[in-house]
């Protein structure tokens, strides 16, 4: 065994046991993302064929509205939508071409 | 126009209730409470701190409104005690009732 | 809006005369011990203060005065004025049905089995249960309450009584807290919830919990029957106004403004209704005008009973 | 065009950093258009953009390709350069390099917030154009260095100006602290008991003013006024004026100097406290200085005839003269006693000559209205309400107020306390100012006020009364000789005016003169206290070093072009600033103008005279702006 | 560079360091809107400016020039007065060149003086438009 | 005590707000070294959390932003973040404070602030510097404008899966760093800790946080600020422009129902900035605020205060007694209006409640400086020196020694800093003697 690998077992060791020691934050991070990767797919795919008011991707995909806000305006800022025309007092969103996932 | 009588509120002090000097007028006790009605019961508390005794006789009615139900006195932001205050104002009336 | 100028008036004198705000003679109000197994001796008295007793002649009473109140002609009748003293006394009694009566009969009856099998030492002498006087003190009458409240005070202290079990808020307020600050006299006051000592488990259920003004607010006790129903696997759901800043039912408004009293009742039972569980309440004043507006309610006593 | 010596043919490189602001920028300007143009512009050797060029992030972009020798002329476009010219200049010195190759464009106050559309990129583009044309011509420049005297000045004998005295005199600096009565104390002397504390307001005085008169590195010049001022940061001349007392209006208060007190220290009531003895004759004298520090406080509103009756009943009083009454009597009974009157019920009208509303109140004599909220009468006002009711039980107390302002520590408390004592409360509105009136109704009371309560749903209320208290505002003390001379801005309320509030809120835009306490605004003692310190502490930072840096932004003399005309001398607005002097070129005697730079104002008034165009101010040049019309009007 | 979208005639606008830039930033802090073709120049005093220098503005092409000095708030003593007595010059000469005088203005502006700021690039920015670009023909610079 | 690592200043300032990095500045200007410790990832405190300022309007993040770049610049200041006081006691002539560094779970020197680890994450957290309206990921730059940029890891969030280390061109990333604990040795000491907010759950007629709608101020101010997390006003229950606006004016002062019984002294200047700034935004909008008392007591905030009235800006002098949820997301207020019909109810779209200031620290158990009955940091000498604690050589400025805005704040700080600075020339004249 050479030394680059002994040190990348080492550290994959360390790695177990800190995956131990934080086992319960792990887990409940898992199951938050995955909650989260399955709404904000629900939310870009029902704007993938319109952009749409919150409460309309509210009532299209069963995602509390200030929720579907919360979504937006982060997926915003990291640059999956821009904000389009106002209706009525509702901006509509609007995905870009370059949103990954 | 309301006329104001300096002592009142220290002849009030035999009837308890003699915190209303303390209360500083902001209205939550009126909004509070559950009989949700026009501006009682600071009104009477107001009429109490000017010592305008003809006022809370002419409208003495209103007093028995009061479900003694306390709300007014938790929420006081002064902790001022209407609910009390109301309480002290009845037995002045009752008083002056049964005096005259 | 009756004056309440008159209704003072009555009550001071009913007191006066009967030791009952309405006029109503005690042994033909209180009649519920007659047909419980109830021990007269005990270390603790069971002091009812003849609330629950009262409610059915309440409610008759109310239904009258919600009639004629305000209406022109009730008031060109001077019916406003006479009315009030016409709906009291034994004619007050003979129109109120005995359904009623046994009902809150019912009440106190759950409450001895409870004590008794939370082993609670008690007894009940009927001679030495009396009203307390509060609503006297509600209404302003300071010196008829304070006449009442001694002579009651003195009866008990006489009786060497040390210890009291109330079963309804305004009695045990009555009791704690007003009695000692204007007769002097101080007791032991524990209302009969405070003393369960029994756990059961039949399933668990939810129930919206009504605390009355003095529980809630006053006394500060409204953390107590969420404990016990707790021990009972029965969860209470609260509404926003709850505990401390618990709304008022509007039952205290009833003799001075039907009317009012019924507009208070509508908003607190709306909020209640809102969880869609049954409501609990634990005051025969709170019990009787929830059921008047039609909610589905019972007293924190007989839904404990039914678990013993 | 006369014939002009370029440098070295060498090629500036600009760098261009143009900030988004955060939207500020960039809701109405197209930054990423601006860049992609200004790159173009020759000269221009990057352009760049971010969020927040004041960042740390932005910042470190323009240091990169300073250290990256990629640019050495530094254009920033952002928001006005009095918020953050000095940063970026900051930035270049980090980074090595002479701050002053730095020019900044102002796209945000006059550009983005001003315009929209296409419109305001394309102003953008050529303000930003300029600025890199001026850049170009920008050199380096070194700032004058002048000694700076470990000496300070404060004007005002008040608690600001004794606290900053004393503060500086504990940092081990010379201070004359300069008092126009023989007292030390200022307005804090004229009061009794301090809300919210009770603290006695003649301890405080006597306190700091003991530490003053006994400090070895404190010279008070009392009965003094400043008459005279020159000179520049680190180097001030101030000339002040000793008056005998006859020449001024503290006679009556000396009066009360007690012989036997009649030495510094004595703490006299309503005065303050005697610092010495009074000069016998007019004397003037100089003082060299480093810094000034202005502490010049204010004094009391005088209502006009007639406000709520001042002037036309006796029983109308003010708030000080209410302060000075219960210091002096306590007669021990229930019931106050003014002026003989036994006191079963008064009024206290809150906000009188502060607060004032244009069209409601009428301006003073001189067109003024004062605003401005006074910010201490409320407290001092339920204080007094306090001590009366726990003094003399039985005189009835109403307070007439617009708001209840008990905004510090301690003062709520003392707002709810006076509830306590029963002190009775009515709110009346501006429009509709509670009026003062004969009593009619009785001989019991002389005076009736009538208000319409806004706690009793605006019903008109009557209080039958034996006084009625004015709570006077403040005004800043009348200093305009002083303004004129150091040439101070002043607000629209009369105060004088720090650079920024935040930024910079105890200097002013002179440097080297700073402001202590109420001659910045109405404060209470510990905010005029803080406000002195903080003043302290910069003046103490200036001077800690020995010398002050100052801007290098004065005129030079190009000698090879100068034909000694003396046109500029003659121009010359700054004394001592430029002269004639005699010099050998080519072995030739002949007469040069030379600047002295600590002097120099950097004006220019020399520049447009010159027929040789020999003179320029450093950063300022005329080329540079002639350079900046040219980009402004070119297509 | 492309063709600026600006295309009305442009206005030069020489404004004090200590009173009339920050009254102009005052004017962009209240996001009150003014023609764009005004170019702010900060100076210390406008008395740097030798007369040849605004006839070389107009040569140039400028319209129309605004000085918005501190008056007499001045706080370099003497400058406003020597400024006044220059733009007197300035008048002349431009007269000589059939210049129209109300090109140049000479105002005092301070620190808020957010109306009066207003009011005088609106002023010039009406006049420009009125009478159009300025022609000098002679030579003006010394 | 341990061998800790020991970093020798002359003044330590607790706490890096705007308060601590201006008394920090004003003693390194007279050549002291000062130490700033700071609990938060960025100095900067409130402020550089804020939108504009009142009452001049200038953008908070332009004023703050050059504050913090002079001190983290500075050569005589060292800036500590994400460092928690664990005690500070005299000995002798000097003071101890013992520091633990919380871990970022990344390298300080190797992080260049690029923020791609925060792209990769998959995480999404509710970022509450952007009020919660929004989400930064688990491994995360506090905030755009922050110093040092340096990422932080959540370490409760994450996943430990990875993607940010394989993303960091520097390999800054390190899951396995341990706090620091170090001492530092100082001769004076500055507390400057600040302020936090009561809560929207502190006073149960208020909704206890459950009403759609109803957000705090400092939520307002990031709604408002240019980089705020929707770009512009937005309800937070659907993202609805709202067209009606209330402020709820000491929701967590002069209250002792709620246990504060003091004023705030900020709240009516920020909530009449925000009303201004709101009608900016929303010209169309009402905005309306409930007030007990206007306290616009400040240089130039009373002729503030009526320009906001002349703005339209409706002033209702009513303290709200209860809030609740109304129709389609609104806001029912129920208040007394006192000089007409007396109990209303009135709906609002949006309803921000101006909650109230309590101390942002509390000194017991790791300094023995007292705090006051309101429990703010207790001052001797309020009058002639504001800024002296009841601790020899311990100062204290700002929000630490009551709610103060942020003019008071700067100028207190300048006064701890002198009367630190005449301690320390003090101390000299000691050891010289």
Same mark, same amino acid.
């Given at each position: 065994m050479n030394r680059e690998d002994e040190i990348m077992n080492k550290k994959k060791e360390a790695m177990k046991q800190l995956r131990g020691d934080r086992k319960e934050w792990i887990t409940m991070a898992s199951t938050m993302v995955k909650e989260q990767r399955k709404e904000r797919k629900a939310i870009k795919k029902y704007l993938e064929n319109q952009p749409a008011t919150v409460p309309e991707i509210a009532d299209a995909t069963g995602i509390p509205s200030d929720k579907v806000l919360w979504y937006l305006a982060t997926l915003k800022k990291y640059g999956d939508i821009v904000e389009g025309e106002k209706d009525g007092s509702f901006f509509r969103y609007v995905l870009t071409e370059s949103a990954p996932e | 126009m309301t006329l104001i009588h300096h002592d009142f509120a220290d002849q009030m002090d035999r009837f308890?209730?003699?915190?209303?000097?303390?209360?500083?007028?902001?209205?939550t006790c009126a909004a509070i409470c559950?009989?949700?009605?026009?501006? @009682?019961p600071r009104k009477m508390i107001r009429y109490l701190q000017l010592g305008a005794k003809d006022r809370i006789l002419e409208n003495a009615?209103?007093?028995?409104?009061?479900?003694?139900?306390?709300l007014c006195s938790r929420t006081c932001p002064r902790e001022a005690d209407p609910g009390e205050v109301i309480l002290g104002l009845k037995r002045y009336v009752v008083a002056n009732w049964r005096k005259s | 809006m009756y004056n309440p100028k008159d209704i003072i008036d009555l009550i001071a004198d009913n007191v006066k005369k009967t030791r009952s705000p309405f006029g109503i003679p005690k042994f033909m109000a209180n009649t519920?011990?007659?047909?419980a197994s109830v021990a007269?001796?005990?270390?603790a008295l069971l002091f009812t203060g003849l609330m629950y007793q009262f409610v059915p002649y309440i409610d008759t009473t109310t239904h009258y005065l919600e009639r004629y109140e305000d209406t022109g002609w009730a008031n060109y009748l001077h019916y406003t004025k006479y009315l009030p003293k016409l709906i009291s006394g034994t004619g007050l009694a003979l129109m109120t049905s005995g359904k009623e009566k046994k009902r809150s009969g019912r009440i106190l009856q759950d409450i001895v089995k409870i004590l008794t099998k939370s082993n609670v030492d008690f007894g009940y002498k009927p001679e030495l249960d009396?009203?307390?006087?509060i609503l006297l003190y509600d209404l302003g009458d300071q010196d008829g309450f304070v006449r009442h409240a001694e002579n009651v005070a003195a009866n008990l202290k006489s009786a060497g009584i040390q210890k009291v079990i109330t079963v309804d808020p305004h009695t045990t307020y009555a009791l704690k807290v007003l009695y000692p600050r204007y007769t002097g006299k101080s007791f032991e006051v524990k209302t009969y919830f405070e003393l369960i000592d029994f756990s059961s488990h039949n399933g668990s259920r939810r129930v919206t919990l009504h605390d009355p003004c003095f529980y809630g607010?006053? +006394?500060?006790?409204?953390d107590v029957p969420q404990k016990i129903l707790g021990k009972l696997d029965i969860e209470c759901v609260n509404?926003?106004?709850?505990?401390? @800043?618990t709304n008022c039912?509007?039952? !205290?408004a009833e003799s001075i403004s039907p009317k009012l009293s019924k507009e208070v009742l509508g908003r607190r039972v709306e909020e209640l209704q809102s969880t869609g569980y049954p409501i609990i309440a634990m005051c025969p004043i709170c019990l009787a005008n929830l059921r008047k507006a039609g909610a589905q309610v019972e007293d924190l006593s007989s839904l404990i009973g039914r678990y013993i | 065009m006369s014939s002009e010596t370029k440098p070295e043919e060498k090629e500036e490189k600009v760098g261009v950093y143009i900030c988004y602001c955060g939207g500020n920028i960039s809701d109405h300007v197209d930054v990423e258009a601006v860049r992609d143009r200004v790159e173009?512009?020759?000269?221009?050797?990057v352009a760049r953009t971010n969020m @927040? =060029?004041?960042?740390d992030p932005g910042q470190e972009l323009i240091m990169e390709d300073l250290r990256d020798g990629i640019v050495d002329r530094v254009v920033v476009a952002s928001c006005?350069?009095?918020?953050?010219e000095m940063t970026f200049r900051s930035a270049i010195s980090r980074a090595g /390099?002479?701050?002053?190759?730095y020019e900044h464009a102002n796209?945000?106050? $006059? %550009?983005s917030w001003v315009h929209h559309g296409e419109q305001a990129t394309d102003k953008a583009t050529l303000l930003v154009s300029a600025a890199t044309a001026k850049a170009v011509r920008l050199k380096p420049l070194e700032p004058i260095r002048v000694n700076a005297m470990s000496h300070a000045t404060i004007i005002g004998g008040g608690i600001a100006g004794m606290r900053a005295a004393v503060d500086l005199a504990d940092r081990g600096i010379e201070v004359a602290l300069i008092e126009?009565?023989?007292?030390?104390?200022?307005?804090?002397?004229? +009061?009794?008991?301090?809300?919210?504390?009770?603290?006695?307001a003649s301890e405080l005085v006597s306190h700091l003013a003991s530490r003053v008169i006994n400090h070895a590195s404190i010279k008070v010049h009392s009965c003094t006024t400043v008459e005279h001022f020159e000179g520049y940061v680190g180097n001030f001349k101030v000339g002040i004026k000793k008056h005998p007392l /006859? #020449?001024?209006?503290y006679k009556e208060k000396m009066k009360m100097l007690n012989p036997v007190h009649k030495s510094a220290e004595a703490f006299i009531p309503f005065?303050? %406290?005697?610092?010495?003895p009074v000069p016998s004759a007019a004397e003037e004298l100089v003082i060299d200085t480093g810094v000034i520090i202005l502490a010049t406080g204010i004094k009391s509103y005088t209502p006009y $005839?007639?406000?709520?009756g001042y002037g036309e009943f006796p029983e109308v009083i003010t708030l000080s003269d209410l302060i000075r009454n219960l210091a002096e009597n306590?007669?021990?009974?229930s019931l106050l006693e003014i002026n003989g009157r036994k006191i079963k019920s008064m009024a206290m009208i809150h906000c009188v000559g502060s607060r004032q509303i244009p069209g409601i109140h009428p301006e003073d004599a #001189?067109?003024?209205?004062? /605003?401005?909220?006074?910010?201490t009468c409320c407290s001092a006002l339920l204080n007094a309400s306090n001590v009366i009711r726990e003094t003399y039980p039985k005189t009835r107390v109403y307070e007439f107020y617009?708001?209840?302002?008990?905004?510090?520590?301690?003062q709520e408390e003392l707002y709810e306390q006076a509830s306590k004592n029963r002190v009775v409360f009515i709110r009346f509105e501006s429009q509709e100012a509670p009026e003062v009136s004969?009593?009619?109704?009785?001989? /019991? @009371?002389?005076l009736l006020i009538k208000a319409k309560d806004i706690l009793t749903f605006g019903e008109e209320v009557e209080v039958p009364v034996d006084l009625v208290v004015l709570a006077t505002g403040v005004e800043p003390n009348e200093i305009s000789k002083i303004v004129d001379m150091m040439k101070l801005p002043v607000g629209p309320d009369r105060f004088l005016l720090e650079?920024?509030?935040?930024?910079?809120? %105890?200097?002013?835009?002179?440097?080297g003169i700073f402001l202590a306490g109420t001659c910045q605004a109405p404060m209470d003692a510990g905010e005029a206290c803080s406000g002195a310190s903080g003043a302290a502490v910069k003046a103490a930072a200036l001077l800690s070093r020995g010398y002050v840096e100052l801007d290098p932004f004065v005129a030079d003399v190009d000698i090879q072009k100068?034909?000694?005309?003396?046109a500029c001398v003659e121009a010359?607005?700054?004394?001592?600033?430029l002269e004639l002097v005699e010099m050998e070129i080519d072995g030739q005697k002949v007469q040069r103008a030379k600047v002295t730079p600590a002097f120099?104002?950097?004006?220019g008034a020399c520049v447009a005279v010159c027929p040789e165009n020999a003179i320029d101010v450093n950063g300022w040049t005329l080329k540079q702006y002639e350079a900046m019309v040219n980009a402004i009007v070119a297509e | 560079m492309t063709s600026m979208g600006i295309s009305k005639g442009k206005i030069l606008i020489l404004a004090t360091e200590t009173c009339a830039y920050p009254g102009a930033n005052s004017v962009g802090q209240a996001h009150s809107s003014y023609p764009t073709n005004t170019f702010i120049l900060r100076v210390?005093? !406008?008395?740097?400016?030798?007369?040849y220098f605004y006839l070389d503005c107009f040569k140039k092409g400028i319209s129309g020039i605004i000085i918005m000095s501190c008056g007499e708030?001045?706080?370099?003593?003497?400058a406003y007065h020597a400024l006044a007595k220059r733009i007197d010059r300035v008048y002349k000469m431009m007269r000589e060149k059939n210049?129209?005088?109300?090109?140049l203005r000479l105002t005092s502006i301070c620190t808020v003086c957010n109306r009066a700021f207003l009011k005088e690039v609106n002023d010039m920015s009406v006049l420009i438009e009125e009478i159009g670009p300025p022609e000098v023909n002679a030579p003006t610079s010394g | 005590m341990e061998s800790n690592p020991v970093l020798n200043v002359d003044a330590l300032v607790v706490g890096g707000g705007i308060a601590g990095l201006q008394a920090a500045i004003d003693l390194a200007d007279q050549n002291f070294k000062v130490a700033v410790v700071e609990k938060? &990832?960025?100095?900067?405190?409130k402020m550089i959390r804020l939108s504009k300022v009142f009452p001049?309007?200038?953008c908070s993040s332009c004023i703050t932003t050059p504050k913090m770049a002079a001190a983290a610049h500075h050569e005589n200041i060292t800036i500590l973040t994400y460092?928690?006081?664990?005690s500070l006691k005299r000995d002798g002539n000097h003071l101890m404070a013992s520091i633990i560094q919380k871990p970022r779970y990344v390298d300080p020197e190797k992080?260049?602030?690029?923020r791609r680890c925060e792209y990769d994450c998959p995480v999404y957290v509710s970022d509450e510097e952007q009020g919660g309206f929004s989400a930064r990921k688990?491994?995360?730059?506090?905030?755009?404008?922050?110093?040092?940029q340096i990422a932080i890891v959540d370490t409760e969030h994450c996943?430990?899966?990875g993607k940010c280390e394989k993303a960091c061109p520097t390999s800054a990333?390190?899951?396995f760093q341990k706090p620091i604990y170090f001492t530092i040795k100082a001769k004076t000491a500055v507390l400057a800790t600040g302020f936090e907010l009561t809560t929207?759950?502190?006073?149960?007629?208020?909704?206890l946080g459950k009403?759609?709608?109803?957000?705090d101020a400092l939520q307002m101010e990031r709604l408002l600020a240019?980089?705020? !997390?929707?770009?512009r006003v937005l309800?937070?229950?659907?993202g609805m422009e709202p067209d009606s606006v209330a402020y709820v004016q000491c929701a967590g002062s002069r209250d002792k129902s709620m246990g504060v019984s003091y004023c705030s002294r900020v709240c009516c200047m920020y909530a009449i900035k925000q009303a201004m700034l709101l009608s900016g935004s929303l010209p169309l909008a009402d905005i309306t605020i409930y007030y =007990?008392?206007?306290? &616009?007591?400040?240089?130039?905030y009373e002729q503030f205060y009526q320009n906001a009235k002349a703005m339209g800006i409706e002033f209702v002098k009513a303290k709200v007694a209860a809030l609740d949820a109304g129709e389609n997301g609104s806001v029912t207020v129920r208040y007394e209006a006192q000089d007409g019909v007396g109990v209303t109810m009135a709906n609002h779209d949006l309803v921000v409640l101006s909650l109230g200031m309590i101390p942002?620290?509390?000194?017991?158990? %790791?300094? !023995?400086v007292s705090s006051a009955s309101d429990k703010f940091i207790k001052t001797i $000498?309020?009058?002639?020196?504001?800024? +002296?604690?009841? =601790?020899?050589g311990v100062f204290t400025a700002g929000a630490a020694a009551g709610p103060k805005d942020i003019v008071d704040t700067i100028t207190e700080a300048g006064a701890a800093a002198m009367e630190a600075s005449k301690y320390l020339i003090e101390l000299q004249k000691g050891h010289a003697a």
């Amino acid at each position: 065994m050479n030394r680059e690998d002994e040190i990348m077992n080492k550290k994959k060791e360390a790695m177990k046991q800190l995956r131990g020691d934080r086992k319960e934050w792990i887990t409940m991070a898992s199951t938050m993302v995955k909650e989260q990767r399955k709404e904000r797919k629900a939310i870009k795919k029902y704007l993938e064929n319109q952009p749409a008011t919150v409460p309309e991707i509210a009532d299209a995909t069963g995602i509390p509205s200030d929720k579907v806000l919360w979504y937006l305006a982060t997926l915003k800022k990291y640059g999956d939508i821009v904000e389009g025309e106002k209706d009525g007092s509702f901006f509509r969103y609007v995905l870009t071409e370059s949103a990954p996932e | 126009m309301t006329l104001i009588h300096h002592d009142f509120a220290d002849q009030m002090d035999r009837f308890g209730g003699n915190t209303a000097l303390e209360c500083f007028n902001c209205g939550t006790c009126a909004a509070i409470c559950p009989l949700i009605y026009e501006h @009682f019961p600071r009104k009477m508390i107001r009429y109490l701190q000017l010592g305008a005794k003809d006022r809370i006789l002419e409208n003495a009615k209103e007093l028995w409104r009061c479900l003694h139900c306390g709300l007014c006195s938790r929420t006081c932001p002064r902790e001022a005690d209407p609910g009390e205050v109301i309480l002290g104002l009845k037995r002045y009336v009752v008083a002056n009732w049964r005096k005259s | 809006m009756y004056n309440p100028k008159d209704i003072i008036d009555l009550i001071a004198d009913n007191v006066k005369k009967t030791r009952s705000p309405f006029g109503i003679p005690k042994f033909m109000a209180n009649t519920w011990w007659k047909n419980a197994s109830v021990a007269r001796d005990g270390e603790a008295l069971l002091f009812t203060g003849l609330m629950y007793q009262f409610v059915p002649y309440i409610d008759t009473t109310t239904h009258y005065l919600e009639r004629y109140e305000d209406t022109g002609w009730a008031n060109y009748l001077h019916y406003t004025k006479y009315l009030p003293k016409l709906i009291s006394g034994t004619g007050l009694a003979l129109m109120t049905s005995g359904k009623e009566k046994k009902r809150s009969g019912r009440i106190l009856q759950d409450i001895v089995k409870i004590l008794t099998k939370s082993n609670v030492d008690f007894g009940y002498k009927p001679e030495l249960d009396d009203y307390s006087g509060i609503l006297l003190y509600d209404l302003g009458d300071q010196d008829g309450f304070v006449r009442h409240a001694e002579n009651v005070a003195a009866n008990l202290k006489s009786a060497g009584i040390q210890k009291v079990i109330t079963v309804d808020p305004h009695t045990t307020y009555a009791l704690k807290v007003l009695y000692p600050r204007y007769t002097g006299k101080s007791f032991e006051v524990k209302t009969y919830f405070e003393l369960i000592d029994f756990s059961s488990h039949n399933g668990s259920r939810r129930v919206t919990l009504h605390d009355p003004c003095f529980y809630g607010r006053y +006394l500060e006790l409204s953390d107590v029957p969420q404990k016990i129903l707790g021990k009972l696997d029965i969860e209470c759901v609260n509404v926003r106004n709850s505990g401390e @800043f618990t709304n008022c039912c509007g039952g !205290p408004a009833e003799s001075i403004s039907p009317k009012l009293s019924k507009e208070v009742l509508g908003r607190r039972v709306e909020e209640l209704q809102s969880t869609g569980y049954p409501i609990i309440a634990m005051c025969p004043i709170c019990l009787a005008n929830l059921r008047k507006a039609g909610a589905q309610v019972e007293d924190l006593s007989s839904l404990i009973g039914r678990y013993i | 065009m006369s014939s002009e010596t370029k440098p070295e043919e060498k090629e500036e490189k600009v760098g261009v950093y143009i900030c988004y602001c955060g939207g500020n920028i960039s809701d109405h300007v197209d930054v990423e258009a601006v860049r992609d143009r200004v790159e173009k512009i020759p000269g221009v050797a990057v352009a760049r953009t971010n969020m @927040f =060029m004041c960042s740390d992030p932005g910042q470190e972009l323009i240091m990169e390709d300073l250290r990256d020798g990629i640019v050495d002329r530094v254009v920033v476009a952002s928001c006005a350069p009095s918020l953050h010219e000095m940063t970026f200049r900051s930035a270049i010195s980090r980074a090595g /390099e002479n701050p002053y190759i730095y020019e900044h464009a102002n796209i945000r106050e $006059q %550009v983005s917030w001003v315009h929209h559309g296409e419109q305001a990129t394309d102003k953008a583009t050529l303000l930003v154009s300029a600025a890199t044309a001026k850049a170009v011509r920008l050199k380096p420049l070194e700032p004058i260095r002048v000694n700076a005297m470990s000496h300070a000045t404060i004007i005002g004998g008040g608690i600001a100006g004794m606290r900053a005295a004393v503060d500086l005199a504990d940092r081990g600096i010379e201070v004359a602290l300069i008092e126009k009565s023989p007292f030390l104390g200022g307005q804090l002397a004229l +009061l009794d008991k301090l809300a919210p504390t009770r603290e006695k307001a003649s301890e405080l005085v006597s306190h700091l003013a003991s530490r003053v008169i006994n400090h070895a590195s404190i010279k008070v010049h009392s009965c003094t006024t400043v008459e005279h001022f020159e000179g520049y940061v680190g180097n001030f001349k101030v000339g002040i004026k000793k008056h005998p007392l /006859e #020449s001024n209006a503290y006679k009556e208060k000396m009066k009360m100097l007690n012989p036997v007190h009649k030495s510094a220290e004595a703490f006299i009531p309503f005065a303050g %406290v005697y610092s010495g003895p009074v000069p016998s004759a007019a004397e003037e004298l100089v003082i060299d200085t480093g810094v000034i520090i202005l502490a010049t406080g204010i004094k009391s509103y005088t209502p006009y $005839q007639g406000e709520y009756g001042y002037g036309e009943f006796p029983e109308v009083i003010t708030l000080s003269d209410l302060i000075r009454n219960l210091a002096e009597n306590n007669n021990g009974g229930s019931l106050l006693e003014i002026n003989g009157r036994k006191i079963k019920s008064m009024a206290m009208i809150h906000c009188v000559g502060s607060r004032q509303i244009p069209g409601i109140h009428p301006e003073d004599a #001189s067109g003024h209205l004062n /605003e401005y909220c006074s910010r201490t009468c409320c407290s001092a006002l339920l204080n007094a309400s306090n001590v009366i009711r726990e003094t003399y039980p039985k005189t009835r107390v109403y307070e007439f107020y617009r708001d209840i302002r008990t905004y510090g520590r301690g003062q709520e408390e003392l707002y709810e306390q006076a509830s306590k004592n029963r002190v009775v409360f009515i709110r009346f509105e501006s429009q509709e100012a509670p009026e003062v009136s004969k009593n009619g109704y009785s001989d /019991e @009371f002389p005076l009736l006020i009538k208000a319409k309560d806004i706690l009793t749903f605006g019903e008109e209320v009557e209080v039958p009364v034996d006084l009625v208290v004015l709570a006077t505002g403040v005004e800043p003390n009348e200093i305009s000789k002083i303004v004129d001379m150091m040439k101070l801005p002043v607000g629209p309320d009369r105060f004088l005016l720090e650079v920024h509030p935040k930024l910079r809120p %105890v200097e002013l835009p002179v440097s080297g003169i700073f402001l202590a306490g109420t001659c910045q605004a109405p404060m209470d003692a510990g905010e005029a206290c803080s406000g002195a310190s903080g003043a302290a502490v910069k003046a103490a930072a200036l001077l800690s070093r020995g010398y002050v840096e100052l801007d290098p932004f004065v005129a030079d003399v190009d000698i090879q072009k100068c034909n000694g005309t003396g046109a500029c001398v003659e121009a010359c607005l700054s004394d001592g600033a430029l002269e004639l002097v005699e010099m050998e070129i080519d072995g030739q005697k002949v007469q040069r103008a030379k600047v002295t730079p600590a002097f120099c104002l950097g004006c220019g008034a020399c520049v447009a005279v010159c027929p040789e165009n020999a003179i320029d101010v450093n950063g300022w040049t005329l080329k540079q702006y002639e350079a900046m019309v040219n980009a402004i009007v070119a297509e | 560079m492309t063709s600026m979208g600006i295309s009305k005639g442009k206005i030069l606008i020489l404004a004090t360091e200590t009173c009339a830039y920050p009254g102009a930033n005052s004017v962009g802090q209240a996001h009150s809107s003014y023609p764009t073709n005004t170019f702010i120049l900060r100076v210390r005093a !406008p008395v740097l400016f030798p007369e040849y220098f605004y006839l070389d503005c107009f040569k140039k092409g400028i319209s129309g020039i605004i000085i918005m000095s501190c008056g007499e708030e001045c706080p370099y003593e003497g400058a406003y007065h020597a400024l006044a007595k220059r733009i007197d010059r300035v008048y002349k000469m431009m007269r000589e060149k059939n210049l129209d005088i109300r090109r140049l203005r000479l105002t005092s502006i301070c620190t808020v003086c957010n109306r009066a700021f207003l009011k005088e690039v609106n002023d010039m920015s009406v006049l420009i438009e009125e009478i159009g670009p300025p022609e000098v023909n002679a030579p003006t610079s010394g | 005590m341990e061998s800790n690592p020991v970093l020798n200043v002359d003044a330590l300032v607790v706490g890096g707000g705007i308060a601590g990095l201006q008394a920090a500045i004003d003693l390194a200007d007279q050549n002291f070294k000062v130490a700033v410790v700071e609990k938060d &990832a960025s100095i900067g405190g409130k402020m550089i959390r804020l939108s504009k300022v009142f009452p001049t309007l200038d953008c908070s993040s332009c004023i703050t932003t050059p504050k913090m770049a002079a001190a983290a610049h500075h050569e005589n200041i060292t800036i500590l973040t994400y460092c928690n006081l664990n005690s500070l006691k005299r000995d002798g002539n000097h003071l101890m404070a013992s520091i633990i560094q919380k871990p970022r779970y990344v390298d300080p020197e190797k992080c260049i602030g690029c923020r791609r680890c925060e792209y990769d994450c998959p995480v999404y957290v509710s970022d509450e510097e952007q009020g919660g309206f929004s989400a930064r990921k688990a491994v995360y730059i506090p905030f755009s404008n922050a110093i040092p940029q340096i990422a932080i890891v959540d370490t409760e969030h994450c996943m430990l899966c990875g993607k940010c280390e394989k993303a960091c061109p520097t390999s800054a990333i390190d899951y396995f760093q341990k706090p620091i604990y170090f001492t530092i040795k100082a001769k004076t000491a500055v507390l400057a800790t600040g302020f936090e907010l009561t809560t929207l759950e502190d006073k149960p007629q208020y909704g206890l946080g459950k009403i759609p709608n109803v957000i705090d101020a400092l939520q307002m101010e990031r709604l408002l600020a240019p980089h705020g !997390p929707y770009n512009r006003v937005l309800r937070p229950l659907d993202g609805m422009e709202p067209d009606s606006v209330a402020y709820v004016q000491c929701a967590g002062s002069r209250d002792k129902s709620m246990g504060v019984s003091y004023c705030s002294r900020v709240c009516c200047m920020y909530a009449i900035k925000q009303a201004m700034l709101l009608s900016g935004s929303l010209p169309l909008a009402d905005i309306t605020i409930y007030y =007990m008392d206007i306290r &616009a007591f400040g240089k130039g905030y009373e002729q503030f205060y009526q320009n906001a009235k002349a703005m339209g800006i409706e002033f209702v002098k009513a303290k709200v007694a209860a809030l609740d949820a109304g129709e389609n997301g609104s806001v029912t207020v129920r208040y007394e209006a006192q000089d007409g019909v007396g109990v209303t109810m009135a709906n609002h779209d949006l309803v921000v409640l101006s909650l109230g200031m309590i101390p942002g620290w509390n000194p017991k158990g %790791v300094c !023995p400086v007292s705090s006051a009955s309101d429990k703010f940091i207790k001052t001797i $000498q309020p009058k002639i020196s504001p800024t +002296l604690t009841d =601790m020899d050589g311990v100062f204290t400025a700002g929000a630490a020694a009551g709610p103060k805005d942020i003019v008071d704040t700067i100028t207190e700080a300048g006064a701890a800093a002198m009367e630190a600075s005449k301690y320390l020339i003090e101390l000299q004249k000691g050891h010289a003697a």
